[in-house]
């Protein structure tokens, strides 16, 4: 049973829509992640925060807009995506961003079909 | 720029027999690394990870990892192979100090054969 949860598992929109991704951690962890996982590509790293402070944007489009509205919750807002921004969408958070010995604890992901 | 490189996209193994994961990385400073395995519908799960001291690490499942200074490596390996090993598996990188990204690997395909 993972300590980060994500809803929805599986999410399809149309370009037009407007969406959100949610992620919980349950571990009392400071710092959370979004990652874009697309085949045969590395892990993207999209956004990180430490104690609900964004601290990394790592040039993603305004189509998508994070929010952490407390160190335990961690949101995606979607919206106009485009059918490249297909992906698994996995939400992580680790002890601190101090502590780079910390792993990462990642949630089961957001598979994400835009149509 | 850190980077990690493993240069197998899948590996194939006969169950009972040992595996290697290969995964060779490229820091400025001293490197943390990391191994994570990914099984079907799920986010990745941490295995096992090296830090300082001994260059052999142990971790869950069986697994352990031997960090290479000289050959900048840090291959994961098991003894025996088991079915349910078959997943997918990500080497990480992240330099000391301060706040630095961990950068990942491609992943690499570990199918084991019954």
């Known amino acids: 049973e993972t300590g980060v949860t994500q809803t929805p598992r599986h999410l399809v929109m149309g370009m037009t829509n407007k969406k959100s991704l949610k992620c919980e951690q349950h571990l009392g962890h400071n710092a959370m992640y979004w990652y874009k996982q697309s085949a045969k590509k590395p892990l993207e790293l999209m956004f990180v925060?430490?104690?609900?402070?964004?601290?990394e944007n790592n040039s993603v489009p305004s189509r998508f807009s994070p929010e952490c509205p407390n160190s335990s919750h961690l949101f995606l807002h979607l919206h106009t995506l485009q059918p490249e921004d297909s992906a698994l969408y996995l939400c992580?958070?680790?002890?601190?961003?101090?502590?780079?010995?910390?792993?990462?604890?990642f949630g089961n992901g957001t598979r994400l079909t835009v149509t | 720029a850190q980077s990690v490189a493993q240069p197998e996209d899948q590996v194939n193994v006969a169950e009972g027999n040992p595996l290697t994961v290969k995964c060779t990385y490229s820091?400025?400073?001293?490197?943390?690394l990391f191994w994570y395995v990914q099984y079907p519908n799920r986010g990745l799960q941490f295995l096992l990870k090296y830090i300082t001291g001994d260059n052999l690490v142990k971790g869950s499942y069986g697994f352990e990892a031997e960090f290479n200074k000289s050959q900048t490596s840090f291959h994961l390996k098991k003894p025996s192979a088991l079915v349910s090993d078959s997943a997918l598996y990500f080497c990480a990188v992240r330099d000391y100090g301060g706040y630095q990204k961990v950068t990942f690997g491609i992943g690499t395909k570990l199918q084991v054969i019954p």
């Open positions: 992580a958070s680790s002890q601190d961003l101090g502590q780079p010995n910390s792993p990462l604890h």
């Open positions: 925060y430490s104690l609900e402070e964004r601290v």
């Open positions: 820091v400025s400073g001293n490197p943390y």
